[in-house]
């Protein structure tokens, strides 16, 4: 198989969360430079791994390759929307190898139950942006393991990932950029 990066991207709370009990992404976590950032990520990508309801929220005014998690899916199947994989019925080697024969960078920017599988599959960057000094009450984390009072940055620690340097995106706004990689340096 080719090469295949994978880069996941969330902001987070204070309380490690990434949307609000609702599943939609709260005001607090809305921010201008973080979301150019995003963008441009986004640009880089071959595909967009994300979960059904993220695609459902989200449009895809540019037209970039999605590729959607569904139980609704019978393995790996093309739709008008993009590509439908469902985990459970065909491994993340072969449904890549079908998505991008030619291998390439795969953005996750989520849900909580996709940065779930990718902490298992491996990811060989973790872009963190932290909205400091908010809150989200009862909202989603970004890991189910973060419900254990556990924060993402210890999460991703203990899947051998190592942040680089913090920057800030918005000092007005108190919003930072961590990105983790893996600790052996073969991403």
Known sequence: MSQV????????????????????????LRNEADWAYFQAELNKSAVIVLGRLGHEANANPKGRLRMILSSSSPGLERRADGWWWHPGKLSWAEAISTVLPAGGRVAVPGGRQVFDLFLDIGYDAFHLTRAEGTHVPD???V????????NAETILSERGLVPGE????DPASRVTLAIWRPSDGNS
């Open 5 to 28: 990066e994978i880069h996941g991207y969330a902001i987070v709370s204070d309380n490690e969360c990434i949307a609000d009990a609702s599943g939609h992404t709260p005001e607090v």
């Open 139 to 141: 909202g989603v984390p």
């Open 143 to 150: 890991f189910s393991e973060c419900r254990a009072s556990r």
């Open 166 to 169: 913090r920057r800030v995106l």
